[in-house]
């Protein structure tokens, strides 16, 4: 079983569009959560954090639901730019392993 | 700005070739990462170094080896490479200190094992 899921997609939305991905955990020991992105064949950067709370960068908010195990993105009034790839990360207490999701491509048409 | 740097782009090699990938950091970072990332799987933890000479296997250990001789460089060797090591490897750095989940990553070497 893999320790993070994420549908792959694709998500094909318009300019303007709001989208959500959505990714789920398997160990309940894990302590941090992160969004990062990745464009077409470059590496991964760190998008958000993701807090207990729910967070919000711009247009861009994170919320964790712990008892669920299930971490979501929402994208408000997407742009060109925000075609990539997301990722989904945990991390456990120590930060020493970090488990990826393979990733929710989206593509933001004009 | 942090920078790491991974010595090779693309490499080509062959069944049973020894394969050396480098990588190095500029920020002084503590820990670093190898990673590997396959379509539909996700990037998989090769290995793991919180610090010089310091090392951790990660979830996918075998067939391959570490050397962190200096804190800005952590290299991943490949013994006898096999054609499903054929993979984009990522290597990743982290400021322990910070106490973030922030992995700075390098642009990947893309490994094609013939």
């Known amino acids: 079983r893999k320790e993070v899921e994420q549908d792959p997609g694709p998500f094909n939305v318009p300019e303007g569009a709001t989208v959500a991905f959505n990714c789920t955990y398997s160990?309940?020991?894990?302590?941090?959560f992160f969004w990062y992105r990745q464009d077409c064949r470059k590496e991964p950067k760190l998008l958000m954090s993701?807090?207990?709370s729910g967070n919000e960068d711009g247009r861009f908010t994170a919320q964790l639901n712990r008892a669920s195990q299930y971490i979501s993105l929402l994208i408000r009034d997407s742009k060109l730019s925000d075609s990539a790839t997301y990722l989904c990360v945990v991390a456990l207490y120590n930060f020493n392993k970090f488990y990826f999701g393979s990733g929710t491509k989206l593509n933001v048409k004009p | 700005d942090v920078k790491v740097t991974q010595s090779s782009r693309y490499l080509v090699k062959r069944t049973g070739e020894k394969v050396f990938l480098e990588c190095v950091q500029d920020m002084d970072h503590e820990n670093m990462f190898w990673y590997r990332q396959d379509p539909g799987l996700g990037l998989r933890l090769i290995y793991f170094s919180y610090d010089v000479k310091m090392k951790e296997k990660g979830d996918i250990p075998e067939g391959y080896s570490v050397s962190r001789e200096k804190k800005e460089r952590f290299s991943l060797i490949l013994e006898s490479a096999s054609t499903n090591q054929t993979s984009m490897y990522l290597c990743a750095s982290r400021w322990e200190q910070g106490n973030t989940g922030e992995l700075f990553f390098g642009e990947g070497s893309r490994l094609t094992v013939l």
């Open positions: 160990n309940s020991a894990s302590q941090s």
């Open positions: 993701v807090y207990s």
